[in-house]
């Protein structure tokens, strides 16, 4: 039990920052959901179950447009497909202990910012940890969303427009950390991002989505730098005495 609470204070300390960067990000999630005549208990209870800020901006333009459930649901896996291959990773660093009920509660806080904190974390994970960092995230995004449709559409433009950037200083935060302990994952990130870039210019390839341009890249460049650069597996005892 108190192995539990230690990994589940960590979590927590680490999902802090996240919960604030979601908090001021989903302020304009919120202002979108009631612009389309969404609810303040609909819009919220969206962002309580789905974890997903590109999800749920393209579910706002399917709702307000008036397409079918087919549609909905074929958008939300194309775009979110990548969680599949962040959850299949970052199983691999879960105590394999961990029954199944843990692994489900674990996917479901599995998004862009939580995997990276997660993967930057030396050593076996305890489902605890995922729990803390998500009892942080998940009412950060709810509460904001919340506020936004409560509120959001008084602040002024510039207000919304800072409050926007937040979700990518989050991404810099998470990134840096491990690029100044590995060369390798400098290089990776910085040729993720020049073939990122390439791909949402070159014909044949814009036209395809965003969520499926991801997928392709994770796979092709994650497959090679496990290939030429083959990670030692880890001792099952981590940090933390376990």
């Known amino acids: 039990?108190?192995?539990?609470?230690?990994?589940?204070?960590?979590?927590?300390?680490?999902?802090?920052?996240?919960?604030?960067?979601?908090?001021?990000?989903?302020?304009?999630?919120?202002?979108?959901?009631?612009?389309?005549?969404?609810?303040?208990?609909?819009?919220?209870?969206?962002?309580?179950?789905?974890?997903?800020?590109?999800?749920?901006?393209?579910?706002?333009?399917?709702?307000?447009?008036?397409?079918?459930?087919?549609?909905?649901?074929?958008?939300?896996?194309?775009?979110?497909?990548?969680?599949?291959?962040?959850?299949?990773?970052?199983?691999?660093?879960?105590?394999?202990?961990?029954?199944?009920?843990?692994?489900?509660?674990?996917?479901?806080?599995?998004?862009?910012?939580?995997?990276?904190?997660s993967m930057g974390t030396k050593g076996r994970l305890s489902p605890f940890y995922s729990y803390g960092i998500m009892t942080a995230a998940v009412p950060g995004w709810t509460l904001g969303t919340l506020v936004g449709v409560i509120s959001g559409s008084v602040l002024p433009g510039r207000i919304l427009s800072a409050l926007s950037v937040a979700l990518y200083a989050m991404f810099i935060a998470v990134i840096i950390p491990p690029c100044r302990e590995s060369r390798v994952i400098t290089g990776l990130i910085c040729v993720s991002m020049g073939a990122s870039t390439l791909f949402a210019y070159l014909p044949g390839v814009k036209e395809i989505s965003s969520g499926t341009r991801i997928i392709l890249l994770t796979l092709v460049i994650a497959g090679g730098a496990a290939l030429l650069f083959p990670v030692k597996e880890e001792p099952k005892e981590d940090d933390h005495g376990n």
Not at 12 to 18: C, R, S
Not at 35 to 43: F, L
Not at 71 to 90: G, H, K, P, V
Request: glycine share 12%.
């Open 1 to 117: 039990m108190k192995q539990k609470k230690k990994w589940f204070s960590h979590g927590l300390k680490d999902g802090v920052p996240i919960g604030l960067g979601y908090f001021a990000v989903a302020f304009t999630l919120g202002i979108a959901a009631k612009n389309i005549g969404m609810t303040a208990a609909q819009a919220t209870a969206m962002s309580l179950t789905n974890l997903t800020s590109a999800g749920e901006f393209a579910a706002l333009g399917i709702i307000s447009a008036g397409a079918s459930y087919g549609e909905m649901a074929l958008t939300q896996l194309i775009i979110n497909l990548r969680y599949c291959l962040m959850s299949c990773s970052l199983s691999q660093k879960i105590d394999p202990a961990a029954g199944i009920g843990h692994r489900l509660l674990t996917a479901f806080g599995v998004t862009d910012e939580i995997f990276g904190v």
